[in-house]
């Protein structure tokens, strides 16, 4: 007689699938995945752009934004 097969020794796949679907998942919500790059700027924005950027949402001051400007050589709208 067969003995009678119990849920896990039937689908036991179910939890590896579910596994690799819930990594998929949070990777893809960390832009690891998808179109960005983790840090959640576009990869192709310039560091000048990037600077601009935070200058103008007020995320660092004029000095600040200066200072980096120097840094990346970016000096008289050169």
Not at 36 to 64: C, F, N, P, Q
């Amino acid at each position: 007689m067969i003995a009678e097969a119990g849920f896990w020794n039937t689908y036991w796949w179910i939890f590896p699938l579910g596994m690799m679907l819930l990594c998929f998942m949070t990777m893809r919500g960390k832009g690891m995945c998808g179109m960005h790059s983790w840090r959640g700027t576009d990869s192709s924005e310039t560091a000048k752009e990037v600077l601009d950027r935070k200058y103008a949402l007020g995320e660092i001051d004029r000095a600040e934004f200066e200072e980096k400007m120097r840094d990346i050589g970016w000096v008289n709208g050169r």
